[in-house]
């Protein structure tokens, strides 16, 4: 017990030290944020000069080699193609629309600095799935009710941006020091506590405009009716309660999705299946390379090694599809929706993986979130996943995994 309190203790005081320093640096107005994508901003203009053709598009998007990649990713997901694939980024271009491409810009554009490398890149990552996830929630909402979607999906991309600032804000305050490694839940808090006002930071360095600063500011509010359009914020809010539902489990139905407050049914449904979309939509922003491994000295405590899987437990074959490479792993024990996997090669923290698993009676995929990854004391590496997003057979075989008894 003195052990667990003097533990205590320590995370106490490391924590009220981080918070003056973020506060001090709010303060001197010296939060790093990352600049508005140039490319974003080119879009925009050309967009709202009215003076363009398909062309005029199709030549600024390709002068930007990741946004080309993007749109070509992002026209071609299950969500949006409703056809036959493309591989002209014409036609891309013509399929997405002038307005949405200006948006998709921003989200190309903001992706590469949540992989930029630092000691609490998985969590980066985690803030960066979630804001994709509320634009194509918030996009679907707004669109079945009959509101502006593009201003949904940038309000929903950005509401809570702020974390991602916050965790880089992090990152900086204490990248001269050698700060004690913590469970992710702590660092993920910190962030919480500050993602409304480094978003707001964020909408002042970018002079955003006045609703998207309302959408990071009152999401949480109960109360919306005296904002400037309290209906599409509405649209954010419940995207950002549906985000809520997707951290806590590895599956969302619609039937949970309905008993938000104002969701009717048939929204409930859309917004089901928009869920299950999300992990191939943020896998489009990935590209060939996929992310980095985190540094090895990252801040987030490593958990403690599982030990053997029970002899009872059977081990399927799992590849893990990691852009152009195939990583064969082994699948250990399932602890609720976490499954330990072993292979010769790490997996990367924080990021979305396809993982295919050759368990009878046939091979399954589904997509996980990496929630840690170490290199075991023997050799090979072990990591923990989670899915994220997975249908109602997924699941079934998801469960099914752990053994007899452990199927839904």
Same mark, same amino acid.
């Given at each position: 017990?003195?052990?667990?309190?003097?533990?205590?203790?320590?995370?106490?005081?490391?924590?009220? *030290?981080? *918070?003056?320093?973020?506060?001090?640096?709010?303060?001197? *107005?010296?939060? =790093?944020?990352?600049?508005?994508?140039?490319?974003?901003?080119?879009?925009?203009?050309?967009?709202?000069?009215?003076?363009?053709?398909?062309?005029?598009?199709?030549?600024?998007?390709?002068?930007?080699?990741?946004?080309?990649? #993007?749109?070509?990713?992002?026209? +071609?997901?299950?969500?949006?193609?409703?056809?036959?694939?493309?591989?002209?980024?014409?036609?891309?271009?013509?399929?997405?629309?002038?307005?949405?491409?200006?948006?998709?810009?921003?989200?190309?554009?903001?992706?590469?600095?949540?992989?930029?490398?630092?000691? !609490?890149?998985?969590?980066?990552?985690? $803030?960066?799935?979630?804001?994709?996830?509320?634009?194509?929630?918030?996009?679907?909402?707004?669109?079945?009710?009959?509101?502006?979607?593009?201003?949904?999906?940038?309000?929903?991309?950005?509401?809570?941006?702020?974390?991602?600032?916050?965790?880089?804000?992090?990152?900086?305050?204490?990248?001269?020091?050698?700060?004690?490694?913590?469970?992710?839940?702590?660092?993920? %808090?910190?962030?919480?506590?500050?993602? !409304?006002? !480094?978003?707001?930071?964020?909408?002042?360095?970018?002079?955003?405009?006045? /609703?998207?600063?309302?959408?990071?500011?009152?999401?949480?509010?109960?109360?919306?009716?005296?904002?400037?359009?309290?209906?599409?914020?509405?649209?954010?809010?419940?995207?950002?309660?549906?985000?809520? /539902?997707?951290?806590?489990?590895?599956?969302?139905?619609?039937? $949970?999705?309905?008993?938000?407050?104002?969701? %009717?049914?048939?929204?409930?449904?859309?917004?089901?299946?928009?869920?299950?979309?999300?992990?191939?939509?943020?896998?489009?922003?990935?590209?060939?390379?996929?992310?980095?491994?985190?540094?090895? *000295?990252? /801040?987030? $405590? $490593?958990?403690?090694?599982?030990?053997?899987?029970?002899?009872?437990?059977?081990?399927?074959?799992?590849?893990?599809?990691?852009?152009? #490479?195939?990583?064969? /792993?082994?699948?250990?024990?399932? #602890?609720?929706?976490?499954?330990?996997?072993?292979?010769?090669?790490?997996?990367?923290?924080?990021?979305?993986?396809?993982?295919?698993?050759?368990?009878?009676?046939?091979?399954?995929?589904?997509?996980?979130?990496? +929630?840690?990854?170490?290199?075991? =004391?023997?050799?090979?590496?072990?990591? !923990?996943?989670?899915?994220?997003?997975? %249908?109602?057979?997924?699941?079934?075989?998801?469960?099914?995994?752990?053994?007899?008894?452990?199927?839904?």
């Amino acid at each position: 017990m003195p052990e667990a309190s003097s533990r205590i203790a320590r995370v106490g005081l490391e924590q009220l *030290d981080l *918070d003056a320093r973020i506060v001090d640096l709010i303060s001197r *107005d010296g939060v =790093p944020v990352p600049a508005y994508p140039a490319v974003a901003f080119q879009v925009e203009q050309l967009v709202r000069s009215g003076e363009f053709g398909l062309d005029d598009l199709s030549r600024l998007v390709s002068a930007d080699a990741a946004l080309a990649a #993007d749109t070509l990713r992002y026209a +071609n997901t299950a969500y949006y193609s409703r056809g036959n694939g493309i591989t002209s980024l014409q036609q891309a271009v013509l399929r997405i629309g002038a307005v949405e491409l200006a948006r998709l810009a921003i989200a190309s554009g903001l992706a590469e600095g949540t992989r930029a490398q630092g000691p !609490l890149l998985a969590l980066r990552r985690r $803030a960066w799935v979630d804001a994709l996830g509320a634009a194509l929630l918030a996009h679907e909402l707004a669109a079945r009710r009959g509101l502006r979607r593009d201003e949904a999906f940038i309000c929903g991309l950005l509401h809570d941006f702020g974390k991602v600032i916050a965790i880089s804000a992090v990152e900086h305050v204490v990248s001269r020091e050698k700060a004690e490694a913590m469970p992710a839940t702590f660092w993920w %808090t910190l962030a919480e506590r500050y993602h !409304l006002e !480094l978003g707001l930071v964020l909408a002042a360095r970018w002079k955003l405009p006045e /609703l998207i600063a309302q959408a990071i500011a009152r999401h949480h509010d109960e109360d919306l009716s005296t904002s400037l359009d309290p209906e599409l914020l509405r649209v954010v809010a419940v995207a950002d309660q549906v985000l809520a /539902l997707m951290s806590g489990s590895g599956r969302v139905a619609a039937r $949970a999705i309905a008993r938000i407050p104002g969701v %009717t049914e048939a929204e409930a449904g859309a917004l089901s299946r928009v869920v299950e979309a999300v992990p191939e939509f943020v896998a489009s922003f990935e590209g060939k390379g996929g992310t980095p491994l985190p540094v090895l *000295d990252s /801040l987030v $405590a $490593a958990p403690e090694p599982p030990g053997a899987a029970p002899a009872e437990t059977p081990s399927w074959p799992v590849r893990a599809l990691l852009g152009p #490479d195939v990583v064969t /792993l082994a699948c250990g024990e399932l #602890d609720g929706d976490v499954l330990t996997v072993r292979g010769p090669r790490g997996l990367p923290e924080g990021a979305l993986v396809e993982l295919e698993v050759d368990a009878p009676p046939r091979t399954f995929e589904v997509w996980v979130t990496v +929630n840690c990854c170490w290199q075991a =004391p023997g050799g090979g590496w072990t990591a !923990l996943v989670q899915p994220l997003a997975m %249908t109602a057979e997924a699941e079934a075989r998801w469960r099914a995994l752990g053994g007899p008894g452990q199927a839904a």
